[in-house]
């Protein structure tokens, strides 16, 4: 039994507990109106994230996840950091869950020639905000995202990270 999750691919088996936690974060946690129907994506994350240059991963304690990350390839040796959500009680210092995700995914980046990470985040995420600033990503304006990122309808923040 580790004291610290451990982050590890994506696979199928992780698929309910995946959902689960997301969903519990935007819904209850957020108040943020989006459904499985929303986000078919993670109901076919392998076609969707484990394509290219991109990868999905989770962060597993005690055999339940706490924490999921992606990186969606949009070409050009571009991402998109995707899906970045950690359960309540593995945030922080404690655990360093956050921390463990976003290395893991920035070390995948470098190892296949990533040249740059962009992200989007809706406005009540500022522990979120405050979390990707302090890990050397720069707030941009929409105007300064690729024209292949796809921006999501409750993303109004964006952030991008030379690799």
């Known amino acids: 039994m580790s004291n610290h999750p451990v982050v590890k691919p994506y ?9 689960d936690l997301i969903l519990h974060i935007q819904q209850q946690e957020y108040n943020i109106p989006i459904t499985k129907k929303d986000q078919p994506d993670l109901f076919n994350i392998e076609d ?5 240059k991109g990868n999905f ?13 992606s990186l969606l390839d949009i070409g050009n040796n571009q991402v998109a950091l995707r899906k970045m959500f ?7 210092k404690q655990y360093k869950t956050a921390s463990l995700l976003l290395n893991n995914a920035i070390n995948w980046a470098k190892e296949h ?9 809706t ?3 500022l522990a979120a905000h405050r979390f990707y600033e302090k890990n050397g990503f720069t707030s941009i304006a929409i105007e300064e995202l690729p024209e292949n990122f796809p921006v999501l309808e409750v993303d109004k923040k964006f952030y991008y990270y030379s690799v």
């Open 86 to 92: 950690v359960h309540k009680e593995f945030r922080g």
């Open 57 to 69: 991963w989770v962060a597993v304690y005690n055999d339940h996840i706490v924490g999921t990350i």
């Open 11 to 19: 696979s199928i088996i992780y698929q309910t507990q995946v959902v």
């Open 123 to 125: 406005p009540q995420f």
């Open 48 to 52: 969707v994230y484990q394509m290219g």
């Open 113 to 121: 020639s990533i040249k740059a990470v962009y992200l989007g985040t």
